[in-house]
């Protein structure tokens, strides 16, 4: 029986779903996540303080939280960029947004602006000095979405991203961890050896560190 075209494709679609970004599938996995996010990410605190650091924000500026999650960058932002500057946060998954707009009104921050959109599709309203991305792989791996962010930041804005990256091969036992914490929160796997690719030709001055034992990266850099 020879095999109809839709019959002969069904491989090649299953690895294109392999090899990128899934919406759907990202929205499920947080669905899921959402009530216990703030204490799976609590490893991470000290990624998180020292990406934000690297932003070098100062009183004043806009900076952008690319998948903001629940909002835990919040508070550590709006410590720097005072009452006096805005914080936009863009969320796909509405039970995650649901908990970053209640941690906004809890803490009483008016100057907090919530974008439910995928980052590729987010309409954001203003020219950013700054912008973080914290444990975002998805849109780290999804070309359009930087470039929507990169068209909303400032000449000379600064980009941080952080996350999960395949550890070193001195490291090599620490990638089961990696490979447990990708599956529940990465709808790929592709590009975990450099997830900074497609960052990387945006920026100038690309500086790279690596944290517990080689299993996180952060990427910093200055917007072309």
Same mark, same amino acid.
């Given at each position: ?7 002969r ?5 299953? $690895?294109?779903?392999? $090899?990128? =970004? ?12 959402? *009530? ?5 990410l ?36 709006e410590?720097?960029?005072? =009452? ?31 974008? =439910? ?40 804005? *600064? ?35 450099? =997830? ?11 500086? $790279? ?12 850099g200055?917007?072309?």
């Amino acid at each position: 029986m020879t095999p109809r075209p839709d019959d002969r494709s069904q491989p090649f679609q299953r $690895l294109t779903r392999w $090899l990128t =970004p899934n919406r759907s599938t990202a929205i499920r996995q947080y669905r899921s996540r959402a *009530r216990i996010y703030d204490l799976e990410l609590a490893l991470f605190e000290p990624v998180r303080q020292r990406a934000i650091d690297l932003l070098r924000l100062k009183n004043g500026d806009r900076v952008l939280d690319v998948g903001c999650g629940t909002g835990l960058s919040f508070s550590a932002l709006e410590g720097l960029v005072g =009452p006096e500057g805005s914080i936009v946060g863009i969320e796909q998954s509405p039970e995650m947004l649901e908990r970053a707009r209640a941690r906004t009104a809890e803490n009483s921050w008016k100057n907090v602006a919530l974008i =439910p959109a995928s980052v590729e599709e987010a309409a954001i309203p203003l020219a950013a000095d700054a912008a973080l991305f914290h444990f975002t792989h998805d849109i780290m791996r999804t070309p359009k979405a930087l470039a929507n962010v990169c068209s909303h930041l400032k000449p000379g804005a *600064r980009i941080v991203a952080a996350g999960l990256k395949w550890a070193p091969i001195r490291a090599m036992p620490l990638n089961l961890l990696v490979w447990n914490a990708a599956l529940r929160s990465t709808s790929t796997l592709e590009g975990l050896a450099r =997830p900074w690719s497609h960052l990387e030709p945006l920026v100038s001055r690309l500086e $790279l560190e690596q944290m517990l034992g080689g299993t996180v990266y952060i990427a910093s850099g200055v917007v072309k």
